[in-house]
């Protein structure tokens, strides 16, 4: 090797490993970064209720989650608000794990698009901890609205199309059978009474 060569080697080798210690950070900050999210989402139980949810997405615990502004929670109406409703996590959280969320009652379209407008913006400020341990403090950004959900079809849940086809008022395929039951069940026991005598 001549000297230039090697002096090249000395300068270019250092600094490849120090770019590839970099990404390696990079991406073990990326996954030990929690990441959280607030929004509001359609009840999969509740025709016209929407639930708020606040989840941690990321790949770390987030520590003395604050929040800039409490979030609206059960204002309900489905047109206009039939009250004013209540706001929660006015002190925030203590930690949210990561993949943990957080479900509140958030209300109905008309209450909470009184409430909030066309958006609310929300200032979220949480510690977590660096790949190399240290204490980090991160604020997020994150915007609610319930626009999207104003002209969104309500769905009724399995489990409650089940107990309303099992109690509801229309003659439904599960109640016919449940009558023909009740007639074979009536025959046969008429059937054994008359074995007996």
Do not use: W
Request: with cysteine; glycine share 10%; proline share 6%.
């Amino acid at each position: 090797m001549t000297i230039s060569a090697q002096t090249v080697f000395y300068f270019v080798s250092p600094l490849v490993t120090l770019m590839a210690v970099s990404v390696a950070y990079l991406a073990l900050l990326k996954q030990s970064q929690p990441h959280i999210l607030v929004q509001y989402r359609p009840n999969p139980g509740i025709q016209t209720f929407i639930d708020l949810v606040i989840e941690n997405v990321g790949g770390g615990m987030a520590r003395d989650v604050i929040f800039s502004q409490p979030l609206p929670a059960q204002c309900f109406g489905i047109e206009r608000p039939e009250a004013d409703g209540s706001e929660v996590l006015k002190d925030g959280l203590p930690a949210i794990a990561a993949g943990q969320s957080f479900v509140f009652d958030g209300g109905q379209y008309g209450g909470l698009k009184c409430k909030i407008g066309e958006k609310m913006e929300i200032d979220i400020s949480y510690n977590f901890k660096s790949p190399l341990g240290l204490n980090k403090r991160r604020t997020e950004r994150c915007v609610l609205s319930v626009g999207h959900l104003g002209r969104m079809p309500t769905r009724t849940s399995s489990e409650q199309a089940i107990v309303d086809a099992l109690q509801g008022p229309n003659v439904t395929t599960l109640q016919k059978i449940e009558r023909e039951l009740r007639t074979i069940g009536a025959a046969l026991n008429k059937i054994a009474d008359n074995q007996q005598r």
